[in-house]
């Protein structure tokens, strides 16, 4: 258990000291400019890649200085219950964490270009540990304005595409369908431009075929120590997907472990920082160490799940698919994490596979990472709740609530439907890069009305749901602090205006505010089907209204959220993770 007081700060130095240690960086001060991404040769003896042009300059950063944004960030070491492994699983956590490792390095050139390429090109050391808390420099938790000089917007396309490529472009080449078109879109394809400027598409294991080898090496010699018969298969099949690209089998595979304390979530997986269209996987790793106790504690609401879903609140036609009955809920320690899952805002919980052939067939795996909620609630939302919360209703914010609403804002990711219901394909692929924000809406939703309806079966064990309606309400401060850049802000900025225009929550005169449990119900299943209906219909343009009528910050919203920096109350966290 994480018991570090609220008010421990990440000073500059010390960040600069732990985020090299980290990445095993050394401080190197030049005042060349930032050198744009240069695509790496392919094995297969490959087409000319063209280098996308330099980024547009802009002004300097304004408003918060480097400094001042280290600061928003809290430093936790991470320190897994691992006194229950056994030999073979001491022996195999070193190599599960270099495969992790390496997953770091292609999510740098998925996002900006090689990290030291990027380093060199910053002088200033508080910006170097910015840049390595951020993986590029860009501040995520700030709308991803620039924060070193001379560097211009985040391409809305990261690095997966070319700098200078359109969307009218791309639709243009995948128009004609067929093999080509399908690669342009895959998961799992850098796309650049051969000698004649056509869009061509390298796949993501030949692209970073040195990365990808190393990691599938560390994973077999794993795999042969997994006294586990499911773990093994796991990664020897996952080893043969980062040197092929082809993942389903290991997500099966994955899905099919029961019984092994080690677990490992390593790969290009969420789409998220693929802006422009929401095509491209990123990397990303978490090495975990299951919580025996607290997993059992979880295992019975799994049975429930085929209830839940029958008993959303949307038309029939929106939750008629029956995904699979084989998944499980899990609580885990982390103990290291590297790629996506290691940038800006900390992920405290998982729902995955995100392939729907594979939810539908078997389910999903929802993974609550104890060790980090529990940080973020004692360091972030108790301090938050101090100052935002009403008196009478500040007790209200439990660690069990907010367990509950991250554990079932997971199972919510299952349920509702994948496929939209006329023929468009699936949501994800008919909603583009406006699909994870809304997702991640759906879950944060959802999550309460499975909530209350467990509670009203007695699952839950108490007289109402009001602790978890209290404790969503400071949670959304606090994900609203991650701001419109990451979708978890976007999702939670659009909650918050839908909650508070519909009274599920009041700002009193004191400057605190109060939830009303009766219109939270009646808002938060409003939102719901709003959401699914939108995902149903694959409806593009409207989650484009949605995001402008509900997608922004108010002013004074912005202003409780200034009072929360003045407190010096920290927006996330950043993990020392020894090795």
């Not at 003896?45 to 300059?57: D, I, L, R």
């Not at 390095?105 to 998925?110: D, F, G, L, P, T």
């Not at 997966?160 to 067929?178: L, W």
Request: with cysteine; net charge neutral.
């Amino acid at each position: 258990m994480i018991t570090f007081g609220p008010s421990v700060r990440l000073s500059a130095s010390i960040a600069l000291v732990a985020q090299a240690a980290c990445f095993g960086a050394q401080v190197v001060t030049t005042s060349a400019p930032v050198p744009a991404p240069v695509s790496p040769v392919s094995p297969a003896g490959p087409p000319q890649v063209t280098t996308p042009p330099t980024m547009p300059v802009s002004p300097a950063p304004s408003l918060a200085t480097p400094a001042e944004r280290l600061a928003r960030y809290t430093t936790i070491r991470l320190q897994p219950d691992t006194a229950h492994l056994t030999g073979h699983e001491r022996q195999m956590l070193p190599l599960l964490i270099d495969a992790a490792r390496e997953m770091h390095a292609i999510y740098w050139e998925q996002s900006i270009g090689p990290r030291d390429s990027v380093m060199r090109a910053i002088s200033d050391p508080t910006s170097r540990a910015l840049a390595d808390v951020n993986v590029g420099p860009w501040d995520r938790l700030d709308n991803n304005v620039p924060f070193v000089v001379g560097i211009g917007p985040k391409p809305a396309g990261a690095n997966f595409y070319p700098r200078d490529m359109t969307k009218e472009e791309f639709d243009r080449a995948v128009a004609g369908g067929g093999a080509r078109a399908d690669s342009l879109k895959s998961l799992y394809t850098m796309v650049r431009r051969d000698a004649a400027g056509r869009l061509i598409t390298i796949p993501y294991s030949r692209f970073f075929a040195g990365a990808n080898q190393r990691a599938a090496q560390k994973l077999r010699q794993a795999a042969a120590l997994a006294d586990d018969a499911g773990l093994r298969r796991y990664l020897t099949l996952l080893a043969a997907a980062l040197v092929t690209d082809r993942y389903q089998p290991s997500d099966l595979a994955w899905m099919d472990m029961k019984h092994n304390t080690l677990d490992l979530v390593l790969g290009p997986i969420e789409t998220y920082e693929d802006e422009l269209f929401g095509y491209k996987a990123a990397n990303e790793a978490f090495v975990l160490v299951k919580d025996q106790a607290w997993s059992a504690r979880l295992a019975k609401y799994a049975s429930q799940l085929p209830a839940l879903q029958r008993g959303i609140p949307v038309d029939s036609q929106y939750k008629r698919e029956r995904p699979g009955t084989d998944a499980d809920l899990n609580a885990y320690d982390v103990v290291y994490v590297a790629g996506q899952a290691n940038q800006a805002s900390k992920t405290i919980a998982i729902n995955l596979p995100n392939d729907e052939v594979v939810q539908l067939r078997k389910g999903s795996r929802r993974l609550q990472l104890k060790n980090a909620v529990r940080a973020k609630f004692d360091r972030i939302l108790l301090p938050i709740a101090q100052e935002l919360i009403v008196d009478d209703q500040r007790g209200r914010v439990t660690f069990d609530a907010f367990f509950e609403n991250v554990m079932f804002h997971e199972v919510a990711h299952g349920l509702g439907i994948k496929n939209t219901i006329d023929g468009k394909g699936t949501v994800r692929a008919a909603l583009k890069e406006k699909a994870g924000a809304l997702e991640e809406g759906k879950a944060d939703i959802l999550g309460l009305y499975m909530i209350r309806q467990l509670n009203a079966q007695g699952e839950l064990g108490r007289e109402s749901v009001e602790d978890n309606y209290v404790t969503f309400l400071a949670s959304l401060f606090r994900s609203v602090r991650f701001g419109a850049g990451d979708a978890h802000g976007r999702a939670n900025i659009v909650a918050f205006n839908f909650l508070q225009r519909a009274g599920a929550f009041a700002r009193e005169a004191s400057g605190t505010y109060r939830v009303d449990a009766v219109k939270m119900r009646a808002a938060a299943d409003e939102l719901s089907r709003q959401i699914l209906v939108l995902q149903g219909n694959g409806d593009y343009a409207g989650v484009v209204r949605l995001y402008a009528d509900l997608g922004a910050i108010g002013p004074q919203l912005q202003a409780d959220l200034d009072r929360l920096k003045a407190k010096g109350i920290p927006v996330d966290i950043v993990y020392d993770q020894g090795r």
